[in-house]
């Protein structure tokens, strides 16, 4: 009698242990646990921690409740001014209602992934290509509102939405690059032609101080030859302003002025020599040549 009840026990006991065994469920921190009983949805989200059901009757799905980041495959598309792009895009969304991601849509990772392909290409198409490539915030807030709206009704939250990456054509590229070097040139050409009215203007300027004090042209002129000298170059050009002449003549005191040497005389030996050649061609070719004047001669 005590033995059978011993095994009776010991029978009792492993049923309890294998019904213990198959209805102990383990939900992770980051899952929640969505029960169906006999298919039908029990209102009782089973929270994190140790739980038990019901076996061979109860069937629990865990949920992830992290957030899933999702890439985007990059969508070919035409935006509004006529230019091929290829633009992909990453989704960062979680679950938020457990129940409704299982029950109202049969997966909502694949949900997502082509709501945010449609999405994706809408955008291109109502965008220009300058709205792609610098104000991308708007586009992202953009996205995330198209996808938000149908995702709410399946229990998923978009956290947030980024386009990666814009791939244009290398003949836009080129184009790109040209304009952009074009305008770089135009304002380097900009800047130089104010440099050089500020500076025209600073000389106008340094030009009426020397005027009014001419000393200051030469100590313009020491400095000049200061920083050529500087530089350790075997010749040195000096250049003299016609102005700084001037100037010298004038600071110089009491300078006589010299008078123009009077030419020397003629030689009594080379009037003669004038006076016999002027004959000798008399005698070859007659009174009517006179190379040389007689007057002029002996003047």
Known sequence: MIQELLMAAAGAAAAAAVYAGAAARVVKQYERGVVFRFGRL????????????????DRLHKVNM???????????????????????AVVYFKVVDAADALVRVEDYKFAVSQMAQT???SIIGKSDLDDLLSNREKLNQGLELMLDSPAMGWGVAIDR???????????????????????????????????????????????????????????RLLQTVMAVSAEKNSTLVLPIPVELLRFLE????GAPEQEPEPAPPLSEAYLKGRAAAADAIEDLTGSSVDPVPRDADTA
């Open 250 to 253: 004038r600071a110089t005191p």
């Open 161 to 219: 939405v980024e386009i990666k990456d814009v791939s244009l054509p290398e003949t836009m590229k080129r184009s790109m690059a040209r304009q952009a070097e074009a305008d770089r040139e135009r304002r380097a050409r900009v800047i130089n032609a104010d440099a050089e009215l500020q500076a025209s203007k600073k000389l106008a300027e340094a030009a009426g101080v020397m005027s009014d004090q001419p000393a200051a042209l030469q100590l």
């Open 66 to 88: 992290q957030i899933v980041t999702m890439p985007v495959p990059a969508q070919e598309g035409i935006t509004r001014d006529n230019v091929t792009v290829r633009v992909d």
């Open 42 to 57: 029990r209102d009782d989200i089973r929270s994190p921690g140790f739980t038990m059901i019901v076996p061979i009757v």
């Open 119 to 121: 999405s994706l290409r």
